[in-house]
């Protein structure tokens, strides 16, 4: 699974200019609702550096992990909306994380203040589960509606790009995480059956104009 996000999020990258490891090195990067930290470690080795790195996260026990995880970024345990923060970012992430907040108006909240802290010509990336076929509706669980999150693109202007049905429908994933990559790739590029509505939306604020592009 970390081969395959890692495979998508350099493509995504390349079509924003962000080419080699160089390009990220200095660039202000956000993590919203961080977990454990384990995507600091695949940021840090794409290029990212910790001293360039933030990540917010709610949960204390998770909080405690990262910090062992990832002790030289910029860390901050609290609600990420309470959060008093003076930076701008090139690239902001939320992975995973807005399914798991099912009060649509804190949902709304948190992209809302992703979007406003975006650096010009910098990136919010959403990777999680999409509706339509999304296996993800339960009390805890709630699959995202693009047009909730492109809502809040409409004033500003954004551009915005996106890469779905990437990832393995969950009930496969574990007999299918036995499959050589080399043979996994085109088998689920042939059987979109088996993918399920997860990937990456990418959101670019751009300078001036409006564009949005899907
Ligand atoms: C499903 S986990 C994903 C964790 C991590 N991003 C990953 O990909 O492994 C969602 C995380 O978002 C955190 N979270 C939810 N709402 C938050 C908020 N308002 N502020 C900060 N963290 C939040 C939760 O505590 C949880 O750790």
Redesign the pocket.
Known sequence: MAYTQQHHLVALFKKIGITSERNLENKKIL?????????SLLMYKLGATPQNFYA????PV?FEKLRVLSPSSNNYL????S?QNSNKFDLI?????L???VNFE?RA??IKKCLDELEVDGSLFI?DYYKKGSPLKSDHYRALDISEVMQHTTQGDFCIKKKLRIYLNLRLGKLLSLVHLDFLIPLLTTFRILNTNVGYLVITKKSSGLKHNE
Request: with cysteine; aromatic share 12%; hydrophobic share 45%.
């Open positions: 993590d919203v609702g961080a977990g454990s930290g384990v995507f917010c996260e709610l949960n998770r609290g609600d990420y909306c959060l992430f939320l992975n995973a994380v399914t798991s907040v804190v909240k948190i990777f």
